[in-house]
């Protein structure tokens, strides 16, 4: 849900950065849960093609920024990989909160989560900016 939020988010505001997807505990190739992808479908995005793939050194290596949703990913991320422009959504939103998982919720809490990263990456915009004149 981040990195298709992330990517309409960059498009609207004429951000030109690259957005990818993977999880800490995801399993490769997985498609997206039902209520991630009804949630999605609220914000008029498309889930049904996604497929989770896992966080891999080469992944890290070539990324410029790492976005975690919890504290917890962050230091599986780092253990990792070389991530050093390495943040959870919520510090580099300059909000401390962690975005909990929605995993086995109901559809509301799919969308509250929605809400939460999509509250947090629009906060980011100008820093996104910033990145992408480096």
Same mark, same amino acid.
């Given at each position: 849900?981040? $990195?298709?939020? $992330?990517? /309409?988010?960059?498009?609207?505001?004429?951000?030109?950065?690259?957005?990818?997807?993977?999880?800490?505990?995801?399993?490769?190739?997985?498609? $997206?849960?039902?209520?991630?992808?009804?949630?999605?479908?609220? @914000?008029?995005?498309?889930?049904? @093609?996604?497929?989770?793939?896992?966080?891999?050194? @080469?992944?890290? @290596?070539?990324?410029?920024?790492?976005?975690?949703?919890?504290?917890?990913?962050?230091?599986?991320?780092?253990?990792?990989?070389?991530?050093?422009?390495?943040?959870?959504?919520?510090? %580099?939103?300059?909000?401390?909160?962690?975005?909990?998982?929605?995993?086995?919720?109901?559809?509301?809490? %799919?969308?509250?989560?929605?809400?939460?990263?999509?509250?947090?990456?629009?906060?980011?915009?100008?820093?996104?900016? /910033?990145?992408?004149?480096?």
């Amino acid at each position: 849900m981040a $990195a298709a939020l $992330a990517a /309409a988010i960059f498009e609207r505001e004429g951000i030109e950065i690259a957005v990818s997807s993977a999880g800490v505990f995801a399993s490769s190739g997985a498609g $997206a849960s039902k209520n991630a992808v009804l949630a999605m479908e609220h @914000e008029n995005l498309n889930l049904r @093609e996604h497929k989770s793939r896992v966080t891999a050194t @080469e992944i890290l @290596e070539n990324a410029v920024l790492v976005l975690t949703m919890t504290r917890s990913h962050l230091s599986h991320v780092k253990a990792a990989g070389p991530a050093a422009n390495a943040f959870t959504l919520g510090e %580099y939103a300059g909000d401390c909160a962690d975005v909990a998982d929605p995993f086995g919720g109901d559809l509301e809490e %799919y969308k509250a989560c929605a809400a939460q990263i999509k509250k947090l990456l629009e906060a980011c915009v100008e820093k996104f900016r /910033a990145e992408q004149h480096r």
